[in-house]
């Protein structure tokens, strides 16, 4: 079926859940207490200036954000496989909870500012930067197929997470940070006065990192297992 575009202004005093299998956009300003529910592999795109505060569940399809309040205030919660697209340049506030597949692509410069929580995949594709600034505790994976990951904040790769850095891509280590393994044929610059520490929890790595590391900061290992660099 068609495509379907809203200019209404929406008060969510409930959840919301969207189960259409058309692509939908609302331009109107979504406010109110409720929670926004995103259900099947249409595509949704949020335009207005919103802001509904108690968050976004994310279980399938693409969505695409005209503005940084685009999501509210809210927590962005992703279950299933998902893209977020955005129609510029912009920085979210929004905390995120990533527990199924995330894919990221395009050539904009993206900023994650808020907590990233989560044991699900975060994906990069496309020539743009992806920035990490705030903290959390993600213990997922970050897999770098194209484009930049740049680490502006501390804590901004959770804890114990893992990261691939496929060929061409980058992971830019602007603050020190620390993954749980690492693994790939990209590259990883370190900025000077920074370090990037690999550490697990049950103390065991056993990573193949074949690409190359630069910078004039500082890679530390802090666990009992074997790094191969490559």
Do not use: C, H, W
């Amino acid at each position: 079926s068609s495509p379907l575009t809203l200019g209404n202004n929406m008060q969510m005093n409930a959840a919301l859940t969207l189960n259409g299998g058309s692509d939908l956009t609302l331009n109107g300003t979504i406010s109110g207490s409720g929670r926004l529910i995103k259900n099947g592999a249409a595509g949704l795109t949020l335009n207005g200036v919103n802001n509904y505060g108690t968050g976004t569940l994310l279980n399938g399809g693409d969505l695409t954000l005209g503005n940084a309040s685009a999501l509210g205030s809210g927590l962005l919660t992703i279950n299933g496989t998902s893209q977020l697209n955005t129609n510029g340049s912009m920085r979210l506030a929004n905390d995120m909870r990533i527990n199924g597949a995330l894919d990221i692509a395009g050539s904009n410069i993206l900023s994650l500012d808020g907590r990233l929580n989560g044991e699900g995949t975060l994906t990069k594709r496309g020539a743009g930067s992806l920035e990490r600034s705030g903290g959390g505790s993600f213990r997922g994976t970050f897999d770098l197929l194209e484009g930049s990951l740049v680490v502006t904040g501390n804590n901004a790769l959770g804890r114990d997470a893992k990261a691939n850095i496929a060929a061409g891509a980058d992971l830019q280590v602007a603050t020190s940070a620390s993954l749980g393994s690492i693994f790939g044929t990209g590259r990883v610059s370190i900025g000077a006065g920074q370090t990037l520490t690999m550490t697990r929890i049950d103390g065991f790595l056993g990573d193949d990192f074949r690409g190359s590391l630069t910078g004039a900061g500082m890679f530390t290992m802090n666990s009992s297992g074997a790094l191969t660099l490559s």
